[in-house]
């Protein structure tokens, strides 16, 4: 194999990692906009605390599994106190204010992050055992990237099971659908809210913890990743699982292909392919509406 | 009579604001005071979507950045008359939301939100990489203020206090301006669409057109305001092109209250005031800023024109006690 192919089926393959990380952000993103109609601005947010959460962990215990099990269930805890306790009296007010609101948190937890652990980034190793690489034949590649492919399809594959495969998934994509209906019949539409959007931030905080050993922690992370989350969302149709899959991997493997041969144009590439897909299927890739 | 009167009412808002233009100079200073009606434009434009046209649109800092930066380097390459460079950055302004608008209009609701906001960060990341123009991180340094060469007078623009009138009057130009268009027809069809979407297309109307100009003129006003942003500081920040610029706008409309044409002005002053107090005294303001944004959300949710209405009622009550206007009152 020469060297041109290997080194486009490498940036392939960094393009499907990222591209993964995308489709779990972006799946968190689209099932709080789907329950509770607002573009949640703290997601960017909620991902960059789960990155530090697992390096603070990491810190203490030594244990990065134990950190990455533990950092997306604080941000699930926070998540759902957050929900239950600010974003639920706000309801009344109008989604104007549900959105000011979560703008306003993403600026607080980011001003947070640098006031606890600096303005400067950190770098965190990735566990011994995913240490390395594997040789794929016609070039080796680092481990815990194919780890990171492997487990964010894994969590993706079990949630797109809960969704589909259980009552409470049913009830869940049912409030997507139609609130008015759901509550009619006597389920408490409020408590979906809460558990939807914790469910949605921990998603968001699992990509951040997964993605540290591969780009690093900075403060400014959570900004930076949620124009791409919302155009994930936005591409691949509200409340899609499969679409926000299929956009956060097109996404992933464009801006990785572009990073190698056109490295200033890759975020404009991003979203030329967006506007091209908005021009020709307004509704999204997979959206209904 | 009463038509007199409101007549008289429509000027009372207009006289208050050419009273606190003349004497903000004297309760800040002159660069604070300039700011605020940097954003009061910005804060308007920003109105014509939100409060008239029922669009939230999450990323007016691209038009405000993208008239800071047009307006910036013809004023630093080319030393242009600062009214061609103002009119350049509008036109920049409205031809990248002429753009945008055409993409976001596409879709509605929480679509185009995000969407906005998405290009916002396209347009960021363009200046961003795009450093040996724009110079990046750093920001566009340099940004002259010729003198305003009005063939009979020249007016030279560079003391605080003389730019401080120049921006004065382009903002009340712009306030006028903007007011035309919203009481014009073209603007009525805007609060038709704002109100009900589809009964104002049922009526014949080519909503998304409308929404479309109304994207461009509050683009182009935005723009406007971005380059009198660069002239007052002579640097132009990539702030002005950041999302939290965008958020900001948004907080300062509502907060001022979107349902008053006057309202967005009025949370200009107080963002500006905020943004003015807290930033001289720690490093990590956007935190203070932050805390007061959920603050106010909370419980100061119906903004300024709120606290005016209120007042202004109970006013009414105490003047008319004794004397009650409806018939069924009970005491």
Known sequence: MDNLATTV????????????????????????????????????????????????????????????????????????????????????????????????????????????WGPVGFSILPPQALAGSVDLGPFSYPRYHLFVMIASLAVILGLWLMLERTRYGAIMRAGIENKTMVSALGIDIYR?????????????????????????????????????????????????????????????????????????????????????????????????? | ?????????????????????????????????????????????????????????????????????????????????????????????GLVAAVIGYLCIRRIGLYFIMLTFAFNLMAYFIVYQASSITGGVDGLPGVPRPPVNLYVLTWDIRSGIAYYLFVSLIFLLCAIALKKVVDSPFGLVLQAIRENEARAAALGYNTAAFKRVAFIISGAFSGLAGALYGMLFGIVPIDTIYWVTSGNV???????????????????VFFIWLAETVSVRWERWPLIVGLVFVFVIFFFRGGFVEVWHRAYGLLARLTQRGQPKYGHSKD
């Not at chain 2, 948004?250 to 967005?264: A, E, H, N, Y």
Request: positive net charge; charged residues 5%; proline residues 4%.
């Open chain 2, 1 to 93: 009579m009463a038509k007199l009167r409101q007549r008289v009412g429509g000027f009372i808002p207009w006289a208050v604001l050419v009273i606190l233009i003349l004497v903000l100079p004297d309760l800040t200073r002159p660069t604070v005071a300039t700011e605020v009606w940097v954003f009061a434009v910005l804060a308007l434009a920003f109105n014509l979507l939100l409060g008239y046209t029922g669009l939230l649109s999450f990323g007016q800092a691209t038009f405000f950045g993208t008239g800071a930066y047009t307006a910036g380097l013809l004023l630093i390459h080319q030393r242009v008359h600062p009214l061609a460079a103002l009119a350049a950055a509008a036109l920049a302004g």
């Open chain 1, 9 to 116: 089926a490498i940036q392939f393959f960094n393009g499907l990692v990222i591209g993964m990380i995308y489709a779990l952000i972006g799946i968190g993103l689209t099932l709080i906009l789907g329950l509770l109609d607002i573009p949640n601005f703290a997601h960017g947010a909620l991902y960059a605390l789960g990155a530090y959460l697992l390096l603070q962990l990491v810190g203490v215990t030594g244990s990065f599994w134990l950190g990455m099990l533990v950092a997306p269930v604080i941000v699930f805890t926070v998540s759902v106190i957050l929900e239950r306790f600010m974003i639920r009296p706000l309801y009344p007010a109008g989604s104007n204010y549900v959105l000011l609101f979560t703008f306003a948190v993403s600026v607080i937890v980011q001003e947070l992050i640098i006031i606890l």
């Open chain 1, 192 to 289: 979906l809210f809460t558990v939807g959007f914790g469910l949605g931030a921990s998603l968001a905080a699992l990509a951040g913890v997964l993605i540290a050993p591969i780009r690093g922690l900075m403060p400014y992370m959570g900004v930076d990743i949620l124009p791409f989350a919302f155009v994930v969302v936005a591409v691949g149709g509200l409340g899609n699982v499969i679409g926000a899959i299929a956009a956060g991997l097109i996404i992933g493997v464009t801006q990785s292909l572009t990073t190698q041969f056109w490295p200033q144009g890759s975020t404009i590439t991003i979203f030329g392919v967006m506007a091209i897909i908005l021009l020709t299927r307004p509704q999204g890739l997979f959206g209904a509406r």
């Open chain 2, 250 to 268: 948004v907080f300062m409309t509502l907060i001022g209250g979107t349902t008053s044409f006057f309202g967005p002005i009025v949370g200009a």
